[in-house]
């Protein structure tokens, strides 16, 4: 049996690439209304659940969108590492919104006048960005850069970090948490003036990653005074978490 006509091309599409929901595997959406919901809700602090975060001295505000529960993960891994680039529309829109939302808490800490705020991405490896063919850290750092000049605050882009080594077999535990720790570029040195900087992650887990991101900025004139994460695996603490179920 043979088919022709346009409709027979979409049959072949979905026979070749079947889509689905990477949150909750609905068929035939790029995403479902379900799984999209937890992208709107306003960015809220996340700091306190992790733990290499709470020895940071200052201490770095994160703001995270979602809780890395399983739809949240679901988007972020097929995005990252399934092909499914179609998906930082999604994620970068809420991107955009969440640095939006950030901007007045920034405000106070950044004196008028200051130069534009610097969005730092954290890398990511650079065997990952080669397989991705796509530098996904930067890309969300560009979704806050426009979220923050959305409410009139001049930020930029600063890709001042460049990713670490692996650790050195037999290194000792400080060994392995400066090996895997990202660098300062030269770049970070190119302004005498002081940026304040928000740093930008896809996740927070133990915040390893952004303790290390501050640590190899310190003595530059960029000076992280916030960071904002696609999602937490301790969840933004939304109010009190007393008298609940
Ligand atoms: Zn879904």
Redesign the pocket.
Known sequence: MTESGPGAAVRLGRLVVPV???????DD?R??????APWWEPPLRCETGAPRLSALDPPLPVWSIAELDG?VH??IAAWKDAGRRDLGALLGAAMRRAAAEVAPALASVVAPGAAPVAVVPCPARAAHTRRRGADLPRALAEAAAAGLSDRGFPAAVRAVLVPGRGASRGAGDRGRWRAGAPRASRDAWVSREASAALLVDDVVTTGATLARAADALAGTPIVPVGALVLASAQGPSRGPSVGRG
């Open positions: 689905e929901c990477p949150g909750c595997g609905a959406v995403w479902c209304d379900e799984c999209e739809p679901g988007v």
